[in-house]
């Protein structure tokens, strides 16, 4: 399966705007259907998260534990994953049993 990001700012307001979005104290997951070939994926953090340092390694967290359910999920959506401020407190692990659990009630709807 093949994997792009999403890079524009009217990419990720289309995904805001009409996907269906899941809000948990570690993540914000939003989900559009696109029908296309394959997933495009989004992070995203605020500078309320901390400073650079810490939104990066909220970004390294994301990233890696997204790929590692990457495979498990079907194709066709834009995905966009909102950091929040305990996201770079948390293990890969545990973000990721997360994000599993959430991804699957919204690709359901």
Known sequence: MEIETLNKNMQFKRVY?????????V??????RTGADKNRIGITTSKKIGKSVVR???RRVIKSAFSE????????????LVARKRTAEMKSPQIRQ???????LLMKK
């Open 17 to 25: 705007y009409r996907g269906k979005s899941i809000v948990s104290p």
């Open 27 to 32: 993540l914000v997951i939003y989900v559009l």
């Open 69 to 80: 359910i990457a495979g498990s999920l079907p194709v066709g959506y834009d995905i966009v």
């Open 56 to 58: 990066n390694r909220a």
């Open 98 to 104: 997360v994000m599993k659990g959430n991804m699957k």
